[in-house]
């Protein structure tokens, strides 16, 4: 599973790096404007340390590279989680950091996103609320089939991943 892993979150990072157009094009293949809540900060890319926090100004200054490979691999973990087993190799560790804390201290860096990027943060919040709930208790195999159906699988996280990825990539292109 841990190659899947890789190379998913590597295919998915490409998205990322890519993006550096003006506008966006959502998975229909229709042109959005780039999500934003202010235009200055898709104007043009700052310095960076690398690492650390961009610098282009506006609302991608909290965001780091270090955060985007995190969530890259946080919201594939987020697709995994299909039974008892998987949930306990996450909450073991064995999987990879992942916790439902980790990735809402991401995504909360994200909340400037608007538009169906601010859906794609609101879909991983409640998808680490599931998570989490879950690990608080004794699920059942309903109660995976629940959370599969409520993030519509590997499928509806790929989804999400896609629209926020290219979102940062627009706005915050000095992450890319």
Not at 1 to 13: N, Q, S
Not at 30 to 38: F, H, L, V
Request: some cysteine.
């Amino acid at each position: 599973m841990r190659p899947v892993l890789i190379a998913a979150t590597a295919l998915l990072a490409l998205p990322l790096a890519a993006c550096s157009s003006g506008s966006s094009s959502t998975a229909a293949g229709s042109s959005s404007a780039p999500a934003t809540t202010g235009a200055s900060s898709a104007s043009s890319p700052g310095p960076t340390d690398g690492d650390g926090p961009s610098t282009s100004g506006g609302d991608c200054a909290g965001l780091t590279k270090n955060d985007m490979a995190k969530y890259l691999v946080y919201t594939q973990i987020v697709a995994q989680v299909r039974d008892a087993s998987s949930l306990e190799g996450i909450k073991a560790g064995t999987i990879g950091d992942y916790s439902p804390e980790k990735l809402d201290a991401i995504l909360a860096k994200m909340s400037f996103l608007t538009g169906d990027p601010a859906s794609a943060v609101l879909f991983f919040q409640k998808a680490d609320a599931a998570i989490a709930a879950l690990e608080s208790g004794t699920p059942t195999a309903a109660d995976f089939q629940a959370y599969q159906t409520q993030i519509g699988g590997i499928a509806g996280v790929i989804r999400q991943q896609l629209v926020l990825n290219q979102a940062i990539g627009t706005t915050c292109k000095n992450l890319g």
